[in-house]
Structures are given as structure tokens and as C-alpha cells.
């Protein structure tokens, strides 16, 4: 691993830019925890998962101990860190980032030729590939691809090249996994039936009832479609497709119940529940933030 010369410089400019910065060790990882935050016992930082009571001001709790606060990065508690860091870790989802870690000659490969061009920034293996725009994290979504975004951190190793462009829908499908093939006996799961959409639960919406029907029809029967494999990405791609045709509405529109119905008919052809309902709340949470 190379190191960084001069790790605090690199942090404070960093730090300064926005982007939330933490030392890491030999190894490429954080700083264990102080003595009173040894095994959680402080309760973590607020703005982990599982908030707690924790105020330490010294580097503990890895990546959520990442801040841009100039006075903690200089301060005596992150002193000593600092004089044994080899190189600079950051929060790309604190900064409103994704970065797809690619971690060998074939997953590069195979990003060239499934996502969109972004900045990119060699590694000791492979690249980075940095997108605008923050998501859940996942590990080995695919053979030598991360996702590092929130509740994640990963290595400064320098600005990168090319234009950095907006998280593609590509790297958020990525994040749903699914079966491949249905269940030897049926279905995953069975759900009991739901009440279809109709205007009574899209009381604001601009659209007709047929025109919302129509498309709910036909991403309904592409997922339906998908019995072999894919169903679940499918799901992801109609739900984030329906719920952008209602960001202009002033709301409700009743896409509740539009994914229940999507996730419905994932389970129908073999994927199970729980990834029928990630897939299909991803998709929906894809579009509202695209509309921001």
C-alpha cells in the first residue's frame, strides 16, 4: 500500500472541500477505539446506525468518526493518530458520494462496459469509480465490486480524473440481490392479495386513472415476464420508472400501493419477499431523489 506524505495536510484540505475525513492506519484501516469506547460499550457515535451517548472527540468508531471540523482533526486527542497514520480515509456518503470499488482487471472491464463514465482513481488492484449522489453501502455485490457510501469509508488516493457524473440507477440496482431461479416448489413466499390501485388512494394525483393503470399494467407484466432470472432488477427498474411519473404531482398518488402490487408480482415468479421489497423500495426511493 502507498502511503500518503503528509496525511493531516491532505486531511485538513480535504476537510475544507466538504468531504469528511478520518486517519487510517497500516492496513488501510481506522484507529481502534479509545479505552472508554473499547467493544461499544459508549454506545457509538449519534450518527451511526444504533445512535448512542457517545461524545468522544477522539478518532473512535471508524468511519462515522470522519468529520470535517478542522479544530478535531488538529487536536490533541487525533495528535497521535495522525503521527502513525500511513494514509487518509474518507466518508463518501458525508459528502453526498458513491464510490464502486472495483477491485480487479475484470470487474473494470466489466464497468466499462455496464456504467456510465465518472472520475476515476487508480487503486493498488483496480479503480475507483466516484458518482455525485449517496447510497446504502454493500460489499461484493458482484465479483470484485463494492459499494462504499454511507456507514462506509474508503481510501484518499488522490482528485482522480474525468467528470464526475450523477449516480446512475445502474449502481443502485446493483445493491438488490436476488434469487436467480424460482424455488423448487413455487414461489419464495405467498402474499395475500392486495387492493389494486385506483383513485381513491391517489387523491392527488394529476394523472388519469387509465393512464396510471396502463403503465402499472406493463411494468407489471415486464416483471411477470422475468420468470427465469432478473425479476428483481426488473422490479427495481418499473418501480423507479412508475414513481417518476408522478414527481411533478402534488401528492398522494398512491405509490404504496403501486409497489405492493410490483412486489406482488416479483414474488409470483420466484423472488423472495424481502428482496422484492428492497428492490422495489430502492426503485422508489431512485426516483424521488432524481426529482430532487
Known amino acids: 500500500m502507498s502511503e500518503t506524505p503528509y496525511p493531516l495536510h491532505t486531511a ?5 472541500s466538504g468531504v469528511p475525513v478520518l486517519p487510517l492506519r497500516r492496513g488501510k484501516v481506522p484507529f481502534g477505539n ?14 451511526m446506525k444504533a445512535p448512542g451517548p457517545c461524545r468522544c ?21 487525533w495528535a497521535s493518530a495522525w503521527r502513525q497514520a500511513v494514509c487518509v480515509g474518507y466518508h463518501p456518503g458525508g459528502a453526498g458520494l458513491t464510490v464502486v470499488d472495483l477491485d480487479s482487471a475484470e470487474a473494470i472491464a ?18 475507483h469509480w466516484i458518482y455525485q449522489g449517496a447510497m446504502t453501502s454493500h460489499n461484493a455485490v458482484r465479483p470484485g465490486v463494492d459499494i462504499k457510501s454511507h456507514m462506509s469509508y474508503a481510501r484518499w488516493l488522490g482528485p482522480g480524473t474525468g467528470r464526475m457524473t450523477a449516480l446512475p440507477d445502474a449502481v443502485r440496482a ?55 432470472s432478473g425479476a428483481g432488477s426488473q422490479a427495481f427498474g418499473v418501480a423507479r420508472f412508475l414513481a417518476a411519473q408522478h414527481t411533478a404531482c402534488p401528492g398522494p398518488c398512491g405509490l404504496a400501493v403501486i409497489g ?27 426516483a424521488g431523489e432524481r426529482a430532487a
Open 12 to 16: 485538513l484540505s480535504l476537510a475544507a
Open 34 to 47: 479509545c479505552m472508554a469506547c473499547a467493544e461499544n460499550a459508549c454506545g457509538g457515535r449519534p450518527n
Open 57 to 77: 472527540a477522539a478518532p473512535c468508531h471508524g468511519w462515522a468518526a470522519a468529520t470535517t471540523d478542522p479544530a478535531a482533526i488538529v487536536s490533541p486527542l
Open 110 to 127: 466489466w464497468a466499462r462496459g455496464f456504467l456510465p463514465a465518472t472520475r476515476t482513481v487508480p487503486t493498488t488492484r483496480g479503480e
Open 174 to 228: 446493483l445493491a438488490v440481490k436476488e434469487d436467480t431461479t424460482p424455488s423448487p416448489g413455487g414461489v419464495a413466499s405467498c402474499l395475500p392479495g392486495r387492493a389494486p390501485w385506483d383513485r381513491t388512494v391517489a387523491t392527488g394525483c394529476r394523472h388519469t386513472e387509465r393512464y396510471v393503470r396502463t403503465g402499472l399494467e406493463r411494468g407489471l407484466a415486464l416483471v411477470r415476464a422475468r420468470a427465469e
Open 260 to 286: 405492493e402490487e410490483i412486489v406482488t408480482a416479483a414474488v409470483s415468479v420466484g423472488v423472495p419477499e424481502s428482496y422484492a421489497r428492497r428492490a422495489v423500495a430502492n426503485g422508489l426511493e431512485a
